[in-house]
């Protein structure tokens, strides 16, 4: 695999009914980052400390900087039309980036696809240690959306190269 695709992280309010995205950042196939906070519509009401303490992001900081859904999902249509897009958390993914597309009124111009398509039986079964692995080097401490994306990017990268060297 010579150009690694883009691939897409968000980070969210928490889990389960009710949480939205609170943050969305990719890496693209040059290795070119995008990251933003989404500000919660004014139904977007379900917090959970869990996940604040996960990623680090509150809710006071999404009121005050974060970008209208519309504003985040007319970039992500300008910057990713027409390609697809992975993630690893695709069933989750896919809901919380519908919930912002939902709000903005609008479609996604491009597809969200299971990053774990692209892997073969015996990549998925280092894809675990190789994104640790990936991760420790990055010096990752936090979650954060563009950094999970680029870790991701990063490992896919490794264990494709990997199954070739084999």
Known sequence: MQVLPTILDIEASGFGRGSYPIEIGYSAG????????????D???HWDAAAEALHGIGRELLLKRGRPARWVAEQLNTRLRGQTVYCD??????????????????RP???????????????????KSVTEAVRARQQLTRHRASSDARVLQLALGEVKALGVAR
């Open 43 to 45: 139904d977007w009401v």
């Open 109 to 127: 111009g491009f597809k969200l696809d299971d990053l774990r398509k692209l892997l073969s039986e015996s990549e998925a079964e280092r894809w």
């Open 30 to 41: 040059d290795g070119a980052l995008f990251c933003c906070l989404v500000r919660p519509e």
């Open 89 to 106: 958390g695709w069933g989750h993914d896919f809901t919380w980036l519908n919930r912002l597309y939902d709000a903005a009124d609008l």
